[in-house]
């Protein structure tokens, strides 16, 4: 805390000094609302209640009519931006960076691009155009950033003030890891963890322990992960990792490691910022490495609409609208309330199951009268279900609780 | 006697608490110089008025924070971003002379 420091002297070669030791040292839903009365929506409705601020350069080919501009380097997604169909669109993914995305300079030829496995039998290096030989895969999952939901909670909390739009359904197309595994003859028998190492921090020239990207997670998780290099069918973009990607399915965002350089079977977690002191749910008022890393995603879910975002909605029948998502477990069921969670009723799964790691779009059709209502759903897998309350905690990571995701209707 | 001490105590505790009133034309100039110098803050933002073009953090003019919050995010740090207050790197002082600084320079 502050100390004797406080005191220090403050001469510009001191100050200069100190710059330098950081910078080196450190399915259809067309169907179902033909058979009820909801207000159109058309995401040029989104309420872009923090201004009219354009798309940063490096993504200006995506929606902003969908998007929340935080920041240059935090982006999300209006809540009725998700779930207009199964899987998000690329123009309306949200971006969430801890490193400059890199350029197609510092790219260059993508299937040059180069990987390094190690913490196998036989270490390799493998180019872009090489892992493509290797295997080849396609697989839904869900990225979502650590904080999503970030934004309901009470107790001041520092970074992008997410609430539901740090999340996306993806198909990635790649190379199943455990295709790589058997090409490096298999993992060294005293690894635990699979820890991936991103290269976006080479071209700030900061201190990799400080800046690197490298994320370790529970050994198990390579069974499931791929190497991504297509995003929804096109080129995996730079602004989301390209030309390659770690995609650990039910994992949190920040282990899907981006531009990544490469992975390791390891004894030990890594031990740079990232992985050590940054995204650790930790009680309010204490962080440390000796707390939980955000790794596995929770069960959650949110309705996507009617909104807040989406205006008034007619009185009649109404279609009631959401995506929800198991973790890494299947999604078994959702419940949605209108009334603030007092009485529920079983929504039904529509649009196709894209398995486990994808999340599910949900319907329930009902009869609401003019007024205002409170609309929640709550999801289960085969072993969990939300709770009704946020974990709290000091960085605001893993909020699943209804409550908060909960949203206000006015039927007239 | 008792008077005594009273005031001898009031002026101790006044001494201690006694801080240099800046201008806010003056934490305008000063906190330029630690946001371009002393904290280097400009080599991981932009925010045109101080010139600065770093591309690491934050885009600082397209940001809406209140000065409390940069307080906030100086002092305590994020992901990359240093703790300035936590690590000593900054005296308190100096951080709310910055962050008054970036609170009235952003987007300008």
Known sequence: MFGKEDKMKKTNNKLNLRRRNFLTGTATL???AATASVVPITIANANHKEGEKGLPEFINWKNRDALIVHSDKGIETH???IGESLITPNRNVYIRNNMPTMSDGQIGDRNEWKVSIEGVKNPKTFSLAELKKLGHTTMATILQCSGNGRGFFAHKV???QW????????????????AVVDACGGINGSAVYMTSAGVDHEPTGLDPKKAMVERSVPKKAFKDAMLAWEMNGVPLPN??????????PGYFGINNVKHLGKVAFTEKESSVKYMKSSYRISPIGKKGSQYPSCWEMPVKSWITRPTDETGTVKAGKVQIVGVAMGGTKKVRSVKVSVDGGKSWKRAKFIGPDLGKYAWRQFALETTLDSGTYNIASLASNSSDKQPELRMENRR???H?????HSVNIKVV | MKILKFLLFTIVVFILNFQVAFSDEEKMKKGLEIF?????????HILKAAGAEGNIGPNLDTVSVTKEYIVEMVTWGLGVMPAYGEEGILTKEEIDIVSFYVANSAGK
Do not use: I, Q
């Open chain 1, 400 to 404: 699943n609780g209804w409550k908060d």
């Open chain 2, 36 to 44: 371009n110098e002393t904290a280097g803050c400009a080599g991981c």
């Open chain 1, 239 to 248: 602004a989301h990792g390209g030309p390659l990607r770690m995609v650990t």
């Open chain 1, 396 to 398: 605001g990571y893993a």
């Open chain 1, 79 to 81: 809540r009725s931006a």
């Open chain 1, 158 to 160: 520092r970074g992008s």
């Open chain 1, 163 to 178: 609430k539901t739009g740090a999340a996306a359904c993806v198909f990635w197309t790649g190379v199943p890891m455990k």
């Open chain 1, 30 to 32: 067309a169907g179902l």
